[in-house]
């Protein structure tokens, strides 16, 4: 019956999907004849049975290039986007770790056995030379370090287009603890320069979150922290700049000499100014730990805002802490609703006195931060803890910030903490290359990853916009900075002039409705718009390592371009260095 049923249904050759319908249907037709007619059929149902086998094996054989594209794309594609948590936790957890592993080693091999300032100079010589002598002159310079090695979720690729210019430059140069004074080339991460500073009793004044960060990322983009309300965004530690200029030219640049207008506008640049090759940075003495104390707001947004205003220091005088306010060293908050949160703040200290709770948040089988911080606002009761320096530092790393809950949704499992967690967390690099086109999309069209920075007398107001416009996002991050004038930059003033409080909205993760499964109930592109409209009204701005959904012209009421025009023209950049909207990822 079925040999039968095939060749009227067919045309042409029969695919695989119709040969695995027919075999079982052989079968099954086979186990319906009568027993008494069995033995005089079964030759005929065997005969069948071969000539299906037979026809399987030339159609394979006919069809081996689409079987090879099953196998060796269709296959994978497959695995890679709806079981991306095993292939994150099989695969990109190791080489994570190996990668690791291969940078930490080669760090502490140039420190040992090659005099990194000699060594800066020729690097420095050959990328001149790349400059100079590139062939497409009209083409835009950029750094050849791949847009997969970055710490944003987004992808850009222009670097496949214009003039890419390799440059090694991973190492730190020197450390002048006499003059509070570090010289690092572009490429240093975060995590080389704590290893390094904190066990010397020292520290960045602002030590932005992620191991992987770089220097010369912060610096051409921006960095914050816990203590960004007294030291500033990242820029505000730097005290000179080492530039390459379109034209070839090397020049160092600070606030007070000859280049102090490039030296102000280099942050928000993003690289469209002049080519990084080293920074000199401020240092402050540190101690052992922090005392964190965590104060839980149920129930109350106002309570939670008015509270981290207070931290801030923003109702201070000039004059000094007239109104009694002590500013710790750390203020941070993480709201896990629109009116509930926990704020916590934290201040150096040597030791730990008797009867204090010490929590090693470093240690892999450690719950993540921020479902530690959930469990104390459930609690409902404050609470003190002393962590050790780098752990306070790196506090969100083993989870990052609450996004590998998506990756690995088993991650804080005790389980697999006490069994794995020691691999956690994996390289974003990883993470970026190990997405298919789907994945790639899904995360486009329903993964919210925004910093939002707004005046803190909006605060409130803010929060219950990324509420409505992202469908309950959360849990936020709250962390405030002190916004200065920035002559030249992008960055807009403070409407006051003056130095004003902002606070930083971090908004990372799935909107309600597609936890709920219904993605369709979500527009990423209207709720963006809507919230940036919102954000501008407000005087405050987003951070573009994020996708971007302004247009050239709504991108440049956002930001000013006046200045920065003017000193693209001074400095030659305009042939060499396209403006920030082009190298942004943008989403129209």
Request: aromatic residues 10%; charged residues 20%; proline residues 5%.
């Amino acid at each position: 019956k079925a040999l039968v049923w095939y060749p009227r249904k067919a045309r042409g050759h029969p695919s695989l999907c119709e040969l695995g319908l027919l075999l079982p249907a052989i079968v099954e037709n086979s186990m319906m004849i009568p027993s008494n007619h069995r033995n005089g059929e079964s030759a005929l149902v065997m005969a069948g049975g071969t000539v299906a086998a037979a026809a399987a094996a030339v159609v394979l054989y006919r069809k081996r290039d689409t079987v090879q594209k099953s196998l060796c794309k269709d296959l994978p594609m497959y695995i890679l986007t709806n079981h991306r948590s095993a292939v994150v936790t099989v695969f990109g957890l190791p080489l994570s770790l190996l990668f690791d592993t291969i940078l930490r080693v080669r760090s502490n091999y140039m420190t040992m056995f090659h005099s990194a300032p000699h060594l800066h100079d020729e690097r420095v010589a050959k990328i001149q030379e790349a400059v100079k002598n590139r062939p497409d002159k009209e083409s835009p310079l950029c750094t050849a370090r791949p847009g997969w090695m970055s710490i944003s979720l987004s992808y850009r690729n222009y670097k496949q287009k214009w003039n890419a210019i390799e440059m090694p430059l991973y190492d730190i140069l020197d450390i002048d603890l006499e003059e509070r004074v570090v010289r690092v080339e572009p490429f240093v991460s975060i995590g080389q320069l704590t290893h390094a500073l904190n066990p010397k009793g020292y520290t960045l004044p602002v030590v932005p979150e992620m191991d992987d960060l770089t220097v010369g990322g912060l610096i051409n983009g921006t960095g914050i922290e816990s203590s960004s309300h007294h030291a500033g965004l990242f820029h505000e530690l730097l005290l000179e700049l080492e530039l390459l200029l379109g034209d070839g030219t090397v020049v160092i640049a600070t606030a007070t000499n000859e280049y102090s207008d490039l030296f102000h506008a280099i942050p928000w640049s993003y690289g469209t100014l002049a080519l990084l090759l080293s920074a000199k940075l401020k240092l402050l003495p540190c101690s052992k730990y922090v005392k964190v104390t965590y104060t839980p707001h149920v129930d109350s947004q106002e309570g939670y805002v008015e509270h981290m205003r207070q931290l801030s220091g923003e109702y201070n005088t000039t004059e000094g802490n007239t109104n009694g306010n002590k500013v710790p060293m750390f203020v941070e908050g993480l709201a896990y609703s629109l009116n509930s949160a926990v704020v916590m703040e934290g201040e150096f200290v040597d030791s730990i006195p008797k009867g204090g709770q010490i929590n090693c948040l470093s240690l892999w089988w450690k719950p993540w931060f921020y479902k530690h911080v959930e469990k104390i606002l459930k609690s409902g009761v404050t609470k003190v803890e002393y962590i050790p320096l780098r752990d306070y530092y790196h506090r969100h790393s083993q989870s990052l910030f609450w996004e590998m809950e998506l990756m690995i949704p088993i991650g804080n499992h005790p389980l697999f903490r006490w069994t794995l967690g020691w691999l956690m967390p994996p390289k974003v690099s990883f993470l970026k290359i190990s997405q298919t086109e789907m994945t790639r999309k899904l995360t486009e069209e329903t993964h919210v990853a925004q910093d939002f920075l707004v005046p803190t007398k909006h605060m409130g107001e803010f929060l219950k916009t990324c509420d409505t416009e992202f469908d309950q996002v959360y849990p936020l991050w709250l962390c405030l900075h002190s916004h200065s004038n920035m002559p030249g930059s992008l960055l807009k003033d403070p409407i006051s002039k003056q130095t004003e409080m902002y606070i930083d909205i971090g908004v990372y993760g799935l909107p309600r409705c597609v936890h709920n499964q219904h993605p369709e109930q979500f527009d990423m592109k209207k709720s963006m718009r809507n919230a940036l409209f919102a954000l501008q009204k407000l005087h405050g701005f987003q951070m573009l390592y994020a996708d971007v959904f302004f247009n050239r012209e709504e991108f440049e009421e956002m930001f000013d371009h006046k200045a920065y025009r003017e000193l693209r023209q001074k400095y030659k950049a305009t042939t060499a260095f396209k403006e920030v909207y082009d190298k942004m990822s943008l989403v129209l």
